[in-house]
Structures are given as C-alpha cells and as structure tokens.
DNA sequence: CCTACCGATCGGTAGG
DNA sequence: CCTACCGATCGGTAGG
C-alpha cells in the first residue's frame, strides 16, 4: 500500500524538537542519546531517523528555530514607525519574552553551537550576525557618541546581549522580577534615562489615550 | 631503586589541568576523551589515571583552580582600605584579566558545571555565590536606590556578570579594544558617571601629568 | 515502525 | 615492598 506522507508529518517533527530541546538543554548534546530521545518522544530510535536523517539535523532544528522567532522580531521593529528607543526597547522585550518562552532552546543555543557541523554552524551564526547588526545600529542611533568609535559601539552592543543572554543562567520566570522588569533593567542601563515607553515624549500621546503604563503587549499579534 | 613521588608531581598535575581546559573549552567535557587528554599530555591513558582518579576529578580541577583565582581577588579586595567604588572598579577589572588570561577554563566553568557530580557541583557553585555576594554589596552601597529593593539589587548584579562573563563569546584579546576598556564601559553602565580611576577624583591629577587618556593600565601590577 | 545488530569508541582497570 | 608507569584490553553503550 502506497504511502503518502503522515498528515501529522510536521506535528510529529516538532514533537521531536521540543523533546530534543529539553534533553539537550538539561544533559547536554552530547550528553542525551538519539535512545533517550526516543524514549522522551515514547517511539523508537528508528521513527526518530525517518524524520531526521541524524542527530546534528535535529540540533539544528532546535537552533533555527528558535533564531527563526527571534529574527521575525527584527523584522517585525525594522518595519515600525517608530523612533530608535522605541524600537530597541521593543527589540529586549520581546527577546526577552522569547528567551523565558523557550528557555530550552536558547540555552541550546548558546551552549551547543560548536556541535553542529561548519556549514550549519556558519549559517546560524550568520543569523545571529544580523541580530546583533540591528541592535547595533539601533544603539548607535540613540547614542551620538557611539557613531565616531566604532570599537566602542560594538562593546556595548555586546555588553547589551550580555546582560540579556545571561539570564538564561539565573532568570527565574516565576520569581519577583518579570521578563519585562528585567529587559527595562538592562535597557536603563544600556541607555540611561529612556523612559520605559514611550521613549519619545514630546508629544505624542495627543490622540491615544489609556494604553498600558509600561506597554509591550502592543506588539504581541493582533 | 625505591622511588618516593615524582619530584614533579605537582608541575604534571598541573599540566594535565592546563591540557584538559584546553581540550574541555575546544570540544566539551563529553566531546573530548581521556585518550585524547592523554594525546595532548604526550603520555599514556594510565599515567592521566595516576594523577587523577577520574575523568570528573580533572573537570572539578579545572574549575576549582580558575574559581580559586577569582576568590582571591574578592579576598584582596575586601581587605583594600578603599571605598566602594573603587573596589569594584578593581574587582571587574580583575575579574576582566584572569577571563582573558584564563579564558579556557573561564569557558569550561561557565560550560560543563553540569557534568560535575552533584556534591562537587553544590561546592562550586557555593565559591561562585561568595563572589556574587561580594559584588553585589558594593553595588548596594554605590547605588543607594537598590538597599531597598533586594530584587533590584539581584537584577543589577546578574546584569553585571552578564555583561562581563558573556566576553567569553566575543572578546578578542588582540582585538582593537582591551580587557581593561570593556571592563570600564561595563563599570560605566552599571554605576553611571563613576570615573575611570581613581574612583574620587576631587583632585588627585596635579602632581601627575601626562598619562594615557584612557588610563586604566595603572592597576596592572606596580 | 520495531528488533537486531554493526563498527567505533567510551571511561576505567587488569597484570607485570 | 613500595610507587611509577606501561601496553593492552575490559564490559557497556554510542550513533546509525
């Protein structure tokens, strides 16, 4: 009987990252065995090589996946009308929001990128390269004196996902201090007397009344 | 002949250490064999098991050493006849140098603490919380909004190690912008409008005139 | 989609 | 009789 592909093909897929995401963020790549997997997924190492081809191809996966919702972000603030403190503030929030919301995959990816072959390591850090280029010019933006020292700029864009790529260490969602307590944290110190939104005051508030104080969920969907 | 220990015991312990953070910090503590270890040493599986009773010990070896380095800088610090602000300008800026100098280790510590037995992991992690503790004092004490905002003061200091210990991804030693300068635009970002050094200005250039602009070199040794 | 296996390599230990 | 150190190989398990 011929078959066609499963009508949860993808579902299936997923299923398979999620699980991978979790065991390679508590023992590691190296540490969780393609056996350990399958147990986790409660099927067999063999349906685990139907949807992908080796363990490397489901690293990946975890990886790209998770940069995948982090470069729609900056797609998402590239294409707002709004100032640069706008944007950047926008930009750690939702980062943040990423980094608490799939915790597992990025301490994959911030610990395991060295696991994955050169070609596909290249692709992820080129990536994270344009990730990074954005804030960067976001930061240079809002801080004059970083545009004439170009060194300087990109110390402080790295101190910046620094302080945000951290937490993945000792970030506690369902502790005290919230995601976005945390982002507006950095954002102060990264740049000092941003107001935690709006960034430009002036005058813009005019027409739209009664949004929330420190808003961000403005950028959630819909 | 009787032999007592290697009059070298200590320097081979040690080399072995040197070649483990090399080999752990390059492929991983799973990824990297004692056979290879032992490649690396120039000497036999059985001569890396004489000094060492396993695997695991080598790995603890490794962090404790570096761990040990960063405990008597906080050590040093606290017994300075300095104000706070000076203290922790010395303590990053130390901290700064032993990452760079020891940046094989420094990347195995922030790495593979999970593959250490549970036992040594805990004491770990207790060394790793003295040193947490000690910065975050001195930021309470410099900044005097956070004495009452435990929370706040925890967030400050996270962001803090966040800033200095994620270095280990991109800082380039012989890149444009030295340890030291990271070091000062962290200290800038966290205790705003603190000096280069000395932490008190007042007056305290008169007598010395001539110095490099951005002079921080001062603390290296003498 | 499972059981049965493979070539290789793992951390650790044997005798001498 | 001790410790230092070697070549060889153990029982299990890895990814595929």
Redesign the pocket.
């Known amino acids: 009987m011929a078959r066609t592909q499963?009508a949860d093909y993808e579902e299936?897929r997923e299923a398979i990252v999620e699980q991978a995401a979790r065991l390679f963020a508590k023992t590691g790549f190296?540490g969780?065995?393609?056996?350990?997997l399958?147990a986790a997924c409660a099927?067999?190492?063999?349906?685990i090589?139907?949807y992908y081809p080796?363990?490397?191809d489901i690293l990946y996966a975890v990886m790209i996946s998770h940069l995948d919702q982090l470069s729609e972000d900056v797609v998402a603030v590239t294409a707002m009308p709004a100032d640069p403190a706008e944007r950047l503030q926008t930009l750690v929030h939702r980062f943040m929001q990423h980094y608490v919301g799939a915790a597992d995959r990025q301490k994959v990816l911030l610990n395991e990128l060295d696991n994955l072959p050169l070609e596909r390591r290249a692709e992820v850090v080129a990536k994270q390269r344009v990730i990074i280029g954005v804030v960067h010019d976001l930061l240079v933006a809002l801080k004059p004196e970083l545009a004439a020292d170009r060194a300087r700029a990109r110390v402080h864009t790295m101190l910046l996902f620094g302080m945000i790529n951290w937490t993945h260490t000792w970030f506690d969602p369902k502790g005290a201090v919230s995601a976005d307590e945390v982002a507006d944290v950095a954002l102060d110190l990264i740049v000092p007397g941003g107001q935690p939104f709006p960034a430009t005051p002036v005058r813009r508030r005019v027409a739209k009344a009664a949004e929330p104080a420190r808003g961000l969920t403005r950028h959630s969907r819909g």
């Open positions: 499963a299936r190296l969780a065995s393609v056996a350990d399958a099927t067999s190492k063999s349906l090589y139907h080796s363990k490397e």
